[in-house]
T-cell receptor, first 112, second 113 residues
């Protein structure tokens, strides 16, 4: 079946450190891939997305590249800020029905 | 612009009591609607989705039910809550034509005691 696996958290970094959150997926066909972010006490919001192989999604300094050969969509940021502290969810959308399948989420804590 | 609202934001209920969480979407028509649950320390679990009025699909067997009485209204219910129903419930909507990006409500935190 279709599934998403993320690296376990929590991830704790110092401000300005480099961030990588790993995400791999299993899917039939060619899914679209997403990263959502959930700030404390809030709902989720879309951070970035990629709809086909080799696409790179980017937003707010975050990037992720759709790698079909490794079935991965790792999230990266060159220099994190305290305000980036949140839970990050990787997700895929199956071709039919618009349903998103989420990973378990990775909590990021950035210390000043 | 489109907006999505959920209420109540916070709810504390005793075991065995009923539940009703409401979600409405404004500024769009015929959206796909979803209910997700986020249990403490765990990921998001899709509970129900709906592609139209009166059309409900359940993803997992459970103590909850959903209804869509109007095009932009989605309700999550239970007749008798269990302790395991505690969690953060998120309503979301999407349009198929924009690659399925989901727009989430603010969430409703339910604590069953």
């Amino acid at each position: 079946g279709n599934s998403v696996t993320q690296m376990e958290g929590p991830v704790t970094l110092s401000e300005e450190a480099f961030l990588t959150i790993n995400c791999t997926y299993t899917a039939t066909g060619y899914p679209s891939l997403f990263w959502y972010v959930q700030y404390p006490g809030e709902g989720l919001q879309l951070l970035l997305k990629a709809t086909k192989a080799d696409d790179k999604g980017s937003n707010k300094g975050f990037e992720a590249t759709y790698r079909k050969e490794t079935t991965s969509f790792h999230l990266e940021k060159g220099s994190v800020q305290v305000s980036d502290s949140a839970v990050y969810f990787c997700a895929l959308r199956r071709n039919q029905g618009g349903k998103l399948i989420f990973g378990q989420g990775t909590e990021l804590s950035v210390k000043p | 612009s489109q907006t999505i609202h959920q209420w109540p934001a916070t709810l504390v209920q005793p075991v065995g009591s009923p539940l009703s969480l409401e979600c409405t979407v404004e500024g769009t028509s015929n959206p796909n609607l979803y209910w997700y649950r986020q249990a403490a320390g765990r990921g998001l679990q899709l509970l129900f989705y709906s592609v139209g009025i009166g059309q409900i699909s359940s993803e997992v067997p459970q103590n909850l039910s959903a209804s869509r009485p109007q095009d932009r209204q989605f309700i999550l219910s239970s007749k008798k809550l269990l302790l395991s129903d505690s969690g953060f419930y998120l309503c979301a909507w999407c349009r198929l034509e924009n690659t399925g990006e989901l727009f989430f409500g603010e969430g409703s935190r339910l604590t069953v005691l």
